[in-house]
């Protein structure tokens, strides 16, 4: 008649080379726990190569101050500027130092006549009759409501656009 099939045979016991791959991959995996948890530990400072991440680490407050420059048109609508317009370069991180910067050193006069010289060269599409520096109030989840304005503004200078 025809052969009988084998039965399987018992699995073999791990060897002693996996047994020592298992062991590196256990304490790689030990290290990297250890390693992503020194940071969160209380007390540890941040540093290199861990961090902490300061910049999410802390509380923040409801309202915010931001310190810039705006149109105001005819009928009183402000409108927001360019970074050109405020400090004649594209990026809007230097416009709000610019900004920041002037209204603390107490030059917003001079960046407000500044800055109208600037749309008078380059005019917005908007018809604005002058420039306010400011630095508004903002309640953090109000910027992002339709025709939301600020909580308070302080007008720092204003000046005509000629």
Known sequence: MGSVPESPSPASPPDAGSRGQTLVRLSVTALLLVAVWM???????????????????????????????????????????????????????????????????????????????????????ADLVSVEVVSDTWRALDVIEPGAGPLERQVHARCEVP
């Open 39 to 125: 940071p969160a530990r209380p007390g540890a400072e941040d540093g290199f190569p861990f961090s902490t991440y300061p910049m999410f680490g802390y509380a923040r407050t409801e309202r915010s101050v931001i310190e810039t420059v705006v149109g105001v048109e005819a009928d009183g609508r402000r409108r927001p500027l360019t970074p050109w317009h405020i400090a004649g370069t594209t990026r809007a991180k230097q416009a709000l130092a610019t900004a920041r910067a002037a209204i603390r050193r107490g030059t917003a006069a001079d960046l407000c006549r500044d800055v109208a010289a600037r749309i008078a060269e380059r005019p917005l599409p």
